[in-house]
DNA sequence: GCAAGGTC
C-alpha cells in the first residue's frame, strides 16, 4: 500500500512553489474545499521509500481564541473579570473550508510534514494544522520541514533533515496571543464604557480601544509633539566666509560649527575681520559614490511610497495588492531585501525595454548585466518587490506606485551614481573653514531613478598654500530649531526600531490610531496628536503608567524569546503579565479621575456619575456599600434577569453578593443595620413586588444581610406561610425570626406580631470570604424551610392557590424552572430530616447520557395516566431515550390520590383554544 | 463594539 504524506503550507503560494521544486515541475493540481487553497499531488523520495505527496496549504492563522460565551458580551462581566475569564481557541469560521480540506486528507495519509513560514507564528500555526489532524488521526506522525528560502537547494535540505516541530515556539505565539485579547478587551471596555459616559456630547459613539501596538504608536506621535511644545530656542552664532571668482563662488563653513556665547564669537570674528587674509591650509580630491537603492521589502515600500508619493501606508498596501492580483508586481508582503539567484533578473529587465521612458535604460542595463545591490533581511518565503510584467495601461495612483516599483527594481539592478568630492580648508586668523564641491562623473542609477537628488557643486580651484583675499566674513545669527513633527515613514521606523508591531501590521496600527481620531494627519503628511489621543497619553502619564511607552510591549517580547529557548516556562510568562497587566487595570481603575482630568482640559467638566472607584462601573441605585471582605465599595444594581443584585464589583475576585429574584420591582435600601451581625455592615431593604407575584403582600420590607448572604425567597416563603394560617410548623423549619424581632424593636415594632411570635434562631457564623474558592461562588447557607432537590438546588415551600381539593396545601418545588421536583409538605411536615430524606429518595437518577432524570407524571389518558416515570431532563430534540417507571407495579385502574397529582404543573394549553391538553401546535382550531 | 497576528 502507497506511504501517504499530508504537506501543509502557510499559504497557497508557497506550496505551489515547494510542490513545484519537489516535483521538478511534474505535480497534478485539484481543488479543495477552499477556492484559494489547492491541492497539489506528486511523488517524491521520502524516509527511503517513494511516497505518494499531497501538498495543500492555509491562509495565515486557522484558528482564534475568544472568550466563553458568557465574557463575551460587553455588559456581561465586569472587565476586571476578562484577566482571568475562560476562554478557547478553535477553528475560525472563514477557514471552515480548510480545515474540511485537512480533515480529509489526513484519513488517507500516514505522515503530516509541516511546511508553514519558519518564524514564531508560522510554527504556531504549524500546531494548529497538528491539532486539527490529531482530532482525526492521534497517533499521524508528524514532521517539521525548515527552510531559508523556497529554492530547490533549500527544499531538498528541508526534506534531507526533517525535524520535529517547535512546542516552545508555539507556546511563545499563545502567551502573546492570550495576553492580546485579555489587556486590549479590558482596557477597551473599561475605556471605551466610562468615557463614553463621562463625556457624552463628544464621545458617546467613540470606541476608544488599547492595543498593545495602538498605544504605543500613539505614544511616539504624542511624545514628538510635545517635544515641540516644549523646545526652547536657543540663539546661536557663526562665520560665514565667502568668495566668489570668475570660475565660480565658493562657501565656507567655519569648523567650530557654531557657538551660543555672542561676545566669543564676536572675538573671533573681530580677529578674522583685523586679519581677513586666508590661507589654503589642504586640498583633497576623492571619488565618492551615491548608494542606489536597496531592493523593496514591505516596510521599505510603505516608507518610500508616502514620503516620495505622498500615498499612505495603507493606501500603498492596497494598490500593492491590487497591482499582485493583476500579476502585474510579486507578492508585496515580503521582509526579504536579498534577490535570490533563482529568480531571472534579465527576463524582468527586457520586460521593461518597451516603455517610453525607462526603456532605453533598461536596454543599457541589460548589456551591463543586472547587478542588484543586496540586503540582509530573508523571510524564507517571498522575494523582495519587484514587477513582474510591463503594463503601461494603469492610471493614477495604481500608474505611480508601479512606476515607482519598476524605477526602484531597475536602479537596484544598476550601479551606484560616481562623482568626485573636492574639500578645501582654509585658514583665517588661526580660525579654520572648509568648502565641498562635488563633479558627478556617472550618474548611473540616477537616470532611472528621480526620486532622489545629487548634484554637482563647483568650486573655484584652489592649491595647497595659495592665499586669497574673501569677499566676506560675517558673523551671522541663527536660533536652534525644534524637530519636526513625525511623517508616516517616520512613525513606521520607530514602530520598527521598537518591535512595535510587524512588517504586516505597521500600517494598520497607524490606520487604527487614525480611525479611533487619536492622531490626526496634517496637509503635509506630518503627524499630529488629537485631543481624544492626548487626553488618553496625558491621563495615563499622570497616573504614573507608561502605557503609551514601548516597554511594556518590548519587556513582552524579551520573555516570549525566553520561552522560545527554554528559559522560561509559558504559564509563568503568562501569570506574570497577567498579574502586571491586571495591577496596571487596578491602578487604572483607582486612578481614573486622572484620565477625566486630562480629557477635561478637552472636553470640558466631565458628567457626574455615581459610580464605583475600582471599576469605575455606573451605579443606577443608590447607595453605595462598602464590600464586607475587601473594602472594595459594592453596587446594587438591577440585572436583565436576576431582579436585583447587591455585589462586590470586583467579583469573581470577590464573592461578595447577594441576588434577588425577577418579581422585585424596585428595592430601597432604608437602614444599615443588622442584629445578626453588629458591628459587620448590614441592610435593611424594602421591596415592591409585581402584582400577584407574591400573595397580598406589597410594600414587604425584607431585612438581609450581605455577609450571612441569605435569599430573598426565604423570608418570602416565611411570610406566605405566617400570613396564610396555616398549622404552625416546627420552629426549626422557620428562618431567623430572632433577628427580625431585633429589628423591629429598633424600629419600633413595624413587623407583624406573627414575626415576633417566633422563638430566636441559633447564630450562624458571618460570611467568611475567604474560605470559598474564589472561582466559584459561595453556596448560600442552607435554611431549615427547604430540602434540596434532586438536582442540587434548593425547593422551596409553595401553598396551593387554586381552587380544589389541594387549596392552601403546601409543597415544595426547586427553584429551578428545568427541574421538575415535587413534593408536598405535608408529608414530612415537622421533620425536616424526613423532607430532606424523602427529596432525597426522589432524587433523579443519572439517565445513560449522564444527564439528570427526572420524575415526570403520565398526562395522557389511559391505564397509565397519572402513572409517575424518569426521563431524561434534556429538551426533548436533545434528549436520549432513557425511560424508567418510577412505581414497580403497575397501578391499579383506579387514578391516585389527589394529593399525588401535582398542582398547576404544565397546563399544556395551547392559548388558542385554552384547552388544556394539546400543544398550540397540534391545536384543531389551528 | 474589544487585540494582534497570519493571509486572499
Redesign the pocket.
Known amino acids: 500500500m502507497a506511504f501517504r504524506v499530508l504537506n501543509v503550507a502557510?499559504?497557497?503560494?508557497?506550496a505551489r512553489e515547494i510542490a513545484r521544486i519537489m516535483s521538478r515541475g511534474g505535480n497534478s493540481r485539484r481543488e479543495g474545499m477552499?477556492r484559494?487553497?489547492k491541492i497539489y499531488e506528486y511523488e517524491y523520495n521520502l524516509f527511503g521509500r517513494r511516497c505518494e505527496m499531497t501538498m495543500t496549504?492555509?491562509?495565515?492563522?486557522?484558528?482564534?481564541?475568544?472568550?466563553v460565551v458568557g465574557?463575551?458580551?460587553?455588559?456581561s462581566c465586569q472587565?476586571l473579570a476578562?484577566f482571568t475569564a475562560p476562554i478557547e481557541k478553535k477553528v475560525?469560521s472563514?477557514?471552515d473550508?480548510?480545515r474540511k480540506t485537512l480533515e480529509k486528507e489526513i484519513r488517507r495519509c500516514n505522515a503530516l510534514i509541516v511546511w508553514t513560514?519558519c518564524?514564531?507564528?508560522?510554527e504556531n500555526?504549524g500546531y494548529e494544522v497538528i491539532e486539527v489532524c490529531r482530532r482525526i488521526k492521534p497517533r499521524i506522525d508528524i514532521y517539521r520541514a525548515r527552510f531559508s528560502e523556497i529554492t530547490a537547494p533549500s527544499i531538498t535540505r528541508a526534506c534531507a533533515t526533517l525535524g520535529r516541530p517547535d512546542e516552545r515556539t508555539s507556546f511563545a505565539?499563545d502567551v502573546?496571543?492570550?495576553l492580546?485579547?485579555r489587556?486590549?478587551?479590558?482596557?477597551?471596555?473599561f475605556q471605551?464604557?466610562r468615557l463614553?459616559k463621562r463625556f457624552p456630547e463628544v464621545l458617546s459613539?467613540?470606541?476608544?480601544?488599547?492595543?498593545?501596538?495602538?498605544?504605543p504608536?500613539l505614544g511616539f506621535v504624542v511624545q514628538r509633539y510635545n517635544e515641540i511644545v516644549a523646545f526652547v530656542a536657543e540663539t546661536f552664532f557663526k562665520i560665514k566666509v565667502k568668495h566668489s571668482t570668475p570660475d565660480g563662488e565658493a562657501e565656507f563653513n567655519w569648523k567650530r560649527v557654531r557657538l551660543f556665547y555672542r561676545l566669543a564669537c564676536a572675538v573671533l570674528h573681530q580677529g578674522c575681520l583685523e586679519n581677513p587674509m586666508a590661507t589654503v591650509v589642504n586640498q583633497t580630491s576623492k571619488p565618492k559614490s551615491k548608494w542606489r537603492p536597496l531592493p523593496l521589502d514591505t516596510v521599505e515600500l510603505e516608507k518610500l511610497a508616502s514620503r516620495k508619493l505622498r500615498i499612505n501606508a495603507k493606501e500603498t498596501m492596497r494598490i500593492a495588492?491590487k497591482l499582485?492580483?493583476q500579476g502585474f508586481i510579486s507578492?508585496p508582503?515580503t521582509e526579504t531585501n536579498i534577490f535570490p539567484s533563482s529568480l531571472d533578473l534579465t527576463n524582468l529587465i527586457q520586460q521593461q525595454t518597451v516603455d517610453e521612458n525607462w526603456g532605453q535604460f533598461s536596454a543599457n542595463l541589460l548589456t551591463e548585466g543586472a547587478n542588484p545591490r543586496q540586503g540582509r533581511k530573508t523571510?524564507n518565503?517571498h522575494p523582495p518587490i519587484h514587477p513582474t510584467k510591463f503594463t503601461a495601461t494603469l492610471n493614477g495612483q495604481e500608474k505611480r506606485l508601479y512606476e515607482f516599483i519598476v524605477r526602484s527594481f531597475l536602479a537596484c539592478c544598476s550601479k551606484d551614481a560616481q562623482g568626485i568630492e573636492t574639500t578645501v580648508e582654509i585658514d583665517i586668523a588661526r580660525e579654520k573653514f572648509t568648502a565641498k564641491g562635488l563633479s558627478i562623473t556617472a550618474k548611473n542609477y540616477l537616470d532611472v531613478y528621480p526620486y532622489e537628488k545629487w548634484c554637482d557643486k563647483t568650486l573655484p580651484i584652489y592649491r595647497t598654500g595659495d592665499t586669497f583675499m574673501p569677499t566676506s566674513i560675517d558673523m551671522v545669527e541663527g536660533e536652534t530649531e525644534p524637530p519636526s513633527l513625525l511623517t508616516e515613514a517616520d512613525l513606521i521606523a520607530l514602530m520598527e526600531k521598537h518591535g512595535?508591531?510587524?512588517?504586516?501590521?505597521?500600517a494598520?496600527?497607524i490606520e487604527?490610531i487614525k480611525a479611533?481620531n487619536y492622531v490626526g494627519v496634517q496637509p503635509d503628511g506630518k503627524f499630529v496628536p488629537g485631543e481624544l489621543g492626548m487626553g488618553l497619553v496625558q491621563g495615563y502619564d499622570a497616573m504614573g503608567l507608561e502605557m503609551s511607552q514601548p516597554h511594556l510591549?518590548a519587556e513582552l517580547e524579551r520573555d516570549l524569546k525566553k520561552i522560545c529557548l527554554g528559559q522560561k516556562q509559558k504559564d509563568v510568562v503568562l501569570r506574570e503579565h497577567i498579574e502586571k497587566y491586571k495591577e496596571v487595570f487596578v491602578q487604572t481603575c483607582e486612578q481614573v479621575n486622572q484620565l477625566d482630568q486630562a480629557l477635561a482640559q478637552f472636553f470640558g467638566e466631565p458628567v457626574q456619575l455615581n459610580e464605583d472607584p475600582v471599576t469605575s462601573q455606573v451605579i443606577n441605585s443608590q447607595p453605595v456599600f462598602t464590600c464586607p471582605s475587601c473594602q472594595t465599595q459594592m453596587c446594587m444594581k438591577k440585572t436583565q434577569d436576576k431582579g436585583f443584585m447587591i455585589g462586590c464589583m470586583r467579583y469573581p475576585e470577590c464573592t461578595s453578593r447577594a441576588f434577588f429574584p425577577s418579581f422585585v420591582l424596585d428595592a430601597q435600601v432604608t437602614e444599615r443595620v443588622c442584629s445578626r451581625c453588629i458591628p459587620r455592615p448590614v441592610y435593611k431593604i424594602k421591596f415592591q413586588f409585581k402584582r400577584g407575584s407574591v400573595p397580598p403582600m406589597m410594600d414587604l420590607e425584607y431585612c438581609t444581610c450581605i455577609l450571612c448572604d441569605e435569599y430573598l425567597q426565604e423570608i418570602l416563603s416565611f411570610r406566605i406561610n405566617a400570613s396564610s394560617s396555616v398549622t404552625q410548623r416546627n420552629t426549626s423549619t422557620r428562618r431567623d425570626n430572632g433577628r427580625n424581632n431585633e429589628n423591629n424593636n429598633r424600629r419600633g415594632g413595624q413587623m407583624s406580631s406573627t414575626t415576633q411570635s417566633q422563638p430566636r434562631r441559633p447564630q450562624r457564623p458571618p460570611f467568611q470570604p475567604d474560605n470559598h474558592d474564589s472561582n466559584k461562588r459561595p453556596r448560600p447557607p442552607r435554611p431549615e424551610n427547604y430540602v434540596l432537590c434532586g438536582c442540587d438546588q434548593r425547593a422551596i415551600i409553595r401553598t396551593v392557590r387554586k381552587e380544589g381539593v389541594n387549596k392552601g396545601r403546601e409543597f415544595y418545588t426547586c427553584e429551578k424552572r428545568e427541574c421538575d421536583f415535587f413534593l408536598w409538605a405535608d408529608e414530612g411536615r415537622g421533620d425536616d430530616q424526613t423532607n430532606q430524606n424523602q427529596a432525597n429518595d426522589r432524587r433523579p437518577n443519572l439517565c445513560q447520557c449522564r444527564q439528570q432524570a427526572v420524575v415526570r407524571t403520565v398526562q395522557k389518558a389511559g391505564p397509565n395516566q397519572h402513572r409517575q416515570f424518569y426521563c431524561c431532563s434534556k429538551p426533548s430534540g436533545q434528549a436520549c431515550k432513557f425511560f424508567e417507571w418510577l412505581d414497580s407495579e403497575r397501578p391499579t385502574s383506579q387514578p391516585p390520590p389527589a394529593q399525588n397529582q401535582r398542582p398547576n404543573r404544565k397546563p399544556r394549553c395551547c392559548g388558542i383554544c385554552r384547552q388544556p391538553g394539546h400543544t398550540r401546535n397540534k391545536c384543531p382550531r389551528k
Open positions: 502557510e499559504k497557497n503560494d508557497a477552499s484559494y487553497n496549504s492555509l491562509s495565515g492563522h486557522l484558528m482564534e481564541i475568544e472568550f465574557y463575551q458580551k460587553w455588559h472587565p476578562l475560525s472563514n477557514m473550508g480548510i513560514d518564524d514564531r507564528e508560522g500555526i505565539v502573546r496571543q492570550e492580546d485579547l489587556i486590549g478587551a479590558a482596557f477597551t471596555r471605551t464604557l463614553q459613539e467613540q470606541l476608544i480601544s488599547y492595543g498593545s501596538c495602538q498605544f504608536t495588492e499582485y492580483n507578492y508582503r523571510d518565503a512595535i508591531g510587524t512588517d504586516a501590521t505597521h494598520e496600527h487604527k479611533r510591549r
